[in-house]
């Protein structure tokens, strides 16, 4: 459901009050069938277990912090209505993450989530390889509404998948690592520049960090084997990726960029508070002064513009945010950010030598290199990518539990007695319990 298309782009979910000619990341008050899906967990998680339900899970309250800020920005908002969208699809995100906080009880259900997330690339790699040699598409974006919005997604999860793999032997490490190596055919035949740099700059984070953890002659291998296939892929599509950089639309679309981004800036210094959460699309055209710049650039360069004509907004993330929602939601997205980072770390610490070990690694690293990613793209305010991150801090958070757990049994407090295999709940890292992946 994450991906919401089965040979292309679509919109799983309903609609209300759609406003499609409008250019923000909110066009109305969409209700997507995966939160639905997220609803049904939540209701049968607490049914079933009551005493191990947690309707608010660790971390979620600094989420909805960020939300409850951002609404700061109403006081400046040109449209109260674009600016209820874009809260009513944040704060209802939130169940995703409920969901797959009180989904996982033990590392079975971790490998599980693998598992599915398996079946979901190899479906989309089926997609994107279509599209490529029978439909003869330049730049493949999937199901997804642009190339970009793909390769962020199969950065974020296929570092992942690449952890998992390297943690231990097995025949689903196998599956895992083939997996990550069709993730990365996806994201060259996306051509996205940032996508590709970035994938590259993930994989050997995730790699370094593995053999930092325990060097084996497996780990060791599995570097080989990567670095190889790399190689000839990229000496079969270098051709095609330079063209790409060389692309001459690439400068105007630069040039663009830093326009977009001096009138983000122009916004905050103007309303600190922010113009109005998703109001961007508004203030950046006329009558509005902020996109008078843009207008003169092209036309210096002898285009014929029509001044009424809807601008893009702009394309960094944390420049949009800075506009729009103010240096109060700016400054609580990246605590947010930054909490579920250390978390990761502390657990990749904490659990070191063990599947949940590496699984912390790639989860700190798909969304490490995701939120670099961020400077120069949004993605991560649309629904696809957003469920996606938002079902991996949840998971982080499950583990953050574990790992509190864990502490408070080697201090003596709360001892922990059960299998954690066959037990809900549990702490997997006990000295005296085989982990799932041994």
């Known amino acids: 459901m994450t991906i919401s298309g089965f040979f292309s782009s679509a919109e799983w979910g309903l609609t209300l009050g759609d406003v499609a000619e409008y250019r923000g990341h909110s066009r109305g008050f969409h209700f997507y069938f995966n939160e639905i899906f997220a609803l049904s967990l939540i209701i049968a998680a607490a049914l079933e277990r009551k005493s191990k339900f947690k309707l608010f899970p660790p971390g979620l309250w600094l989420y909805l912090l960020y939300c409850g800020l951002s609404l700061v920005s109403i006081l400046n908002a040109p449209s109260l209505l674009y600016l209820s969208m874009a809260a009513f699809k944040a704060f209802k995100a939130a169940l995703i993450f409920i969901a797959a906080y009180n989904f996982v009880r033990t590392e079975k259900d971790l490998h599980f989530f693998l598992k599915a997330m398996c079946l979901t690339l190899f479906w989309e790699f089926l997609i994107v390889v279509k599209m490529k040699y029978l439909d003869g598409r330049h730049q493949i974006m999937g199901t997804f509404e642009h190339q970009n919005a793909l390769a962020m997604y199969v950065n974020l999860i296929s570092m992942v998948l690449l952890a998992a793999g390297a943690a231990a032997k097995g025949r689903w490490a196998n599956v895992y690592l083939f997996i990550f190596l069709m993730s990365a055919v996806m994201v060259e035949f996306t051509l996205s520049r940032a996508g590709l740099v970035i994938f590259g ?113 702009e394309e960094g993330l944390y420049y949009l945010l800075l506009a729009e929602t103010g240096f109060e939601g700016f400054a609580a997205y990246v605590a947010l950010l930054s909490l579920f980072l250390w978390w990761n770390l502390r657990a990749a610490w904490h659990f070191r030598g063990q599947f949940l070990g590496a699984i912390s690694i790639g989860i700190a690293i798909g969304c490490g290199i995701n939120y670099l990613q961020s400077i120069v793209e949004r993605v991560l305010t649309q629904p696809r990518n957003m469920m996606l991150w938002l079902i991996l801090l949840g998971l982080t958070a499950k583990i953050e539990t574990w790992r509190r757990q864990s502490v408070r049994q080697r201090n003596g407090k709360n001892p922990i007695q059960h299998d954690a295999r066959n037990y809900p709940d549990s702490v997997p890292q006990l000295e005296t319990i085989s982990t799932a992946s041994k």
């Open 201 to 313: 700059l993930g994989t050997a984070l995730v790699m370094g960090l593995i053999l930092l953890e325990k060097f084996t002659q497996r780990r060791v291998i599995i570097v080989g084997v990567i670095a190889f296939c790399a190689v000839l892929g990229l000496a079969k599509t270098m051709g095609t990726i330079i063209d790409r950089f060389n692309d001459p639309y690439t400068y105007d679309s630069k040039q663009t960029r830093i326009m977009l981004k001096a009138a983000s800036l122009q916004m905050f210094r103007d309303y600190p508070l922010g113009i109005g959460w998703n109001n961007y699309g508004i203030v950046i055209n006329h009558p509005y002064p902020y996109g008078d710049k843009i207008d003169q650039y092209f036309r210096l360069h002898g285009d014929i513009l029509d001044r009424n004509a809807p601008k893009g907004i």
